[in-house]
């Protein structure tokens, strides 16, 4: 199948910075990627879809201030959790797709003190 | 919207015993349901999918069947091993659009 990466894989920060996380699709091209977050022992929960060359769709609840996206090109989405608190510890993983099947990154586990 | 649940949440088995796990998902129109495999730390990884113009799908151990008329499809993974210990998620797509709306999980453990 077709192989997503994220970086980093894991990232530790203080409360009031901001941290970037990168979603690329190696061997294949994505007009559309997909941001989720997981906190433990619960499912994946859709934050929003990045778009290529357009405005990221939120999902409801999901602060668009807060969870920027940028979709720059057809193999790279990131996402920069802006001013992070601790609350926004989780592991956060993209996803992106050829026609209808999605692959997901390993996910970047975030650690906000 | 679209409202996929799982069953069982906790499935312990025997090494080399039957496993499976149902969904159930609301919208009719829903076209495409996919199972993903989670391993502890790491991203989910696609097993086994099935579309909705087929009722069965099969890949070695693991089989997954579609009842479009309940709504429901299951994973069913034989001659279980340890290494399937993970937890299980189904989704449905819904016809309008590119996500997915997973089911809550299903933790199983193999036990040797």
């Known amino acids: 199948g077709a192989v997503v990466s994220q970086h980093p894989s894991r990232v530790i920060c203080k409360s009031g910075t901001s941290v970037k996380i990168e979603c690329r699709s190696l061997d294949f091209q994505a007009t559309t990627m997909f941001w989720y977050r997981q906190f433990p022992k619960q499912s994946l929960m859709l934050m929003a879809t990045s778009n290529e060359g357009s405005k990221a769709t939120y999902e409801q609840g999901v602060e668009k201030d807060k969870f920027l996206i940028n979709h720059a090109s057809l193999t790279l989405s990131t996402l920069t959790v802006t001013s992070a608190h601790p609350e926004d510890s989780s592991f956060y993983i993209c996803?992106?797709?050829?026609?209808?099947?999605?692959?997901f990154g390993p996910g970047t586990r975030l650690l906000v003190l | 919207g679209e409202n996929v649940e799982q069953h069982p949440s906790t499935l312990s088995v025997q090494e080399g015993d039957s496993a499976v796990i149902k969904c159930t998902y609301s919208d009719s129109a829903s076209n495409y349901f996919p199972w993903y495999k989670q391993e502890l730390g790491k991203g989910p990884q696609l097993i086994i999918d099935i579309r909705s113009n087929v009722g069965e799908k099969k890949d070695q151990r693991i089989a997954v069947t579609l009842n479009k008329t309940a709504k429901h499809f299951s994973l069913h993974i034989t001659e279980t091993q340890p290494e399937d210990s993970a937890v299980y998620f189904c989704?449905?797509?819904?016809?309008?659009?590119?996500?997915?709306?997973f089911g809550p999980g299903t933790r199983l453990s193999v036990l040797p």
């Open positions: 989704a449905a797509r819904p016809w309008y659009g590119q996500n997915f709306v």
């Open positions: 996803s992106a797709g050829e026609v209808e099947t999605q692959y």
